[in-house]
């Protein structure tokens, strides 16, 4: 009702674009910030937090079904459509609770604190909606939504709606995403093999910069479950005095505490981290937030503890930590030297692999390469380096019948999921000296040079390449955890 009464004191019924649509959007989100400000003050508490928690395993729960299959058509539908708006309002609200630093209980009765919990997620969802379609606006399709405010005595009250065109690349962006979410055995493969080349390239600089190898963490993590026990009415979430966790990890593992406590930094949520960042759902490049980090921690009279969730515990570990370490992205708290040095390996080694599988798949079909290709020698032996100007050419692959030369540039890319990532990477494609341009440009060079293209495939891949064989540039994205092999 605020919300309506606040629009309509600005506005007239109508559609609105642009600069102006945003300005409505952003009015707002405004109020519905005021709005859950007030009332998580009063209904944020230990109990809250642990609902939150457990409503937020729940709809994992759901999602982890969809992408089994295992839902009927209803069930699933509902599902894709609301559970990543869902989970994402919950751990906004999660992290909006840390912040608070709550007491175990609010002062208010029962009923009361149903309402202010009602209230908030009303509130929360809001933000996180409206976040999106200013993203939308700003961003990405600044002429082509519309905020569309209705007149008074309606169901609804405004409606964000993208122009047909629009609405088609979004849904296509979409998509892809829920792609790369899609469950099946052979991508669970990939995670475990990809947990396993991190493993083997991070456990030594762990263990020199942090005190654990990078297995030794994941088991400390793991064994959690076998020697904690959640307390009775706690949705199954952990609530355990810090000090006293890291002891008993100590004592069962036989991990140095001061170790155990360094490699948990960069898995825990705190106060201190989301007031440093100002924490905003509509930002979601922000490095401090419940998705990448499984604990939080929250005081207590007798000390701070820590809070968490089996489930969502090793989800986070076993997807979101391995996936951001296989593409460059570590935890401030873990950013070492050597840790650093190992992971930008990592990266290489994936990214070398890329390629490679792209070389067996023309190889397949009986196209012959050359890769990682940083010089080619003209008909005089003379060499033309190439590694840095116009850029090395991770395949060059001509035809059986020597008349075609495809250019292939391989290019793992982190998924978007949500607007605002999206935009960037519409930005590292499409930016000036980005991703696209500088294919551009090694392909202007190959055209320029043709001769000494046709010659260097002759010698190295022993077809008798076409003195007229067209070059076509092709980029090649994955998306996905998938490693190929070594």
Request: aromatic content about 10%; overall charge neutral; some cysteine.
């Amino acid at each position: 009702m605020m919300m309506e009464a606040r629009l309509r004191q600005i506005a007239t019924p109508g559609t609105y674009t642009g600069q102006e649509a945003n300005r409505l959007i952003q009015s707002l989100y405004a109020v519905a910030e005021s709005e859950l400000t007030q009332v998580l003050l009063k209904v944020a508490s230990r109990g809250f937090f642990e609902f939150l928690v457990f409503m937020h395993r729940e709809w994992g729960r759901l999602v982890t079904k969809m992408q089994k299959g295992e839902l009927d058509a209803h069930d699933a539908n509902l599902c894709q459509a609301e559970a990543a708006l869902e989970r994402r309002t919950l751990r906004y609200l999660l992290e909006k609770s840390v912040q608070l630093a709550p007491l175990e209980q609010p002062a208010a009765a029962r009923d009361t604190i149903l309402s202010y919990t009602d209230r908030a997620y009303l509130a929360a969802r809001h933000l996180v909606e409206l976040s999106d379609h200013s993203n939308q606006l700003y961003y990405l399709y600044p002429d082509e939504a519309e905020v569309i405010i209705l007149p008074p005595y309606q169901q609804r009250y405004f409606e964000f709606q993208l122009q047909s065109a629009a609405a088609t690349r979004y849904l296509h962006y979409r998509n892809i995403e829920q792609e790369y979410f899609r469950f099946n055995g052979k991508n669970q493969d990939d995670v475990t093999q990809l947990t396993q080349l991190i493993k083997e390239n991070l456990n030594t600089p762990f263990a020199q910069e942090l005190g654990l190898t990078f297995s030794q963490t994941m088991t400390c993590c793991d064994q959690l479950q076998h020697f904690v026990r959640a307390a009775k009415n706690s949705f199954g979430v952990f609530f355990v005095l810090e000090q006293a966790l890291y002891e008993a990890i100590e004592k069962r593992c036989s991990y140095p505490k001061d170790a155990v406590q360094c490699v948990m930094a960069g898995l825990i949520l705190t106060k201190e981290s989301l007031d440093r960042e100002k924490r905003a759902a509509f930002n979601t490049k922000q490095h401090f937030q419940a998705r990448y980090r499984p604990f939080a921690r929250l005081p207590h009279p007798i000390g701070l503890h820590l809070t968490w969730d089996t489930g969502t515990l090793l989800w986070v570990l076993t997807n979101e930590v391995i996936h951001n370490i296989s593409f460059g992205k570590l935890p401030d708290e873990w950013k070492r030297g050597k840790i650093t040095a190992a992971v930008n390996d990592i990266q290489q080694e994936l990214s070398r692999r890329f390629v490679y599988e792209v070389k067996d798949q023309f190889a397949a079909c009986g196209w012959k390469c050359v890769v990682e290709v940083k010089q080619l020698r003209d008909a005089h032996n003379t060499r033309h380096i190439i590694e840095n100007s116009p850029g090395e050419i991770d395949v060059l692959a001509v035809s059986p019948d020597g008349q075609t030369i495809a250019q292939v540039e391989c290019k793992r890319v982190s998924p978007s999921n949500d607007t605002r990532t999206y935009h960037d990477d519409l930005s590292d494609f499409y930016g000036s000296g980005k991703f696209v341009e500088k294919a551009k440009r090694k392909h202007a060079w190959l055209m320029e040079n043709h001769a000494v293209v046709v010659h260097h495939l002759k010698c190295s891949t022993g077809i008798e390449v076409s003195d007229n064989a067209k070059i076509h540039p092709l980029f090649l994205p994955i998306r996905h955890r998938k490693i190929p092999k070594a």
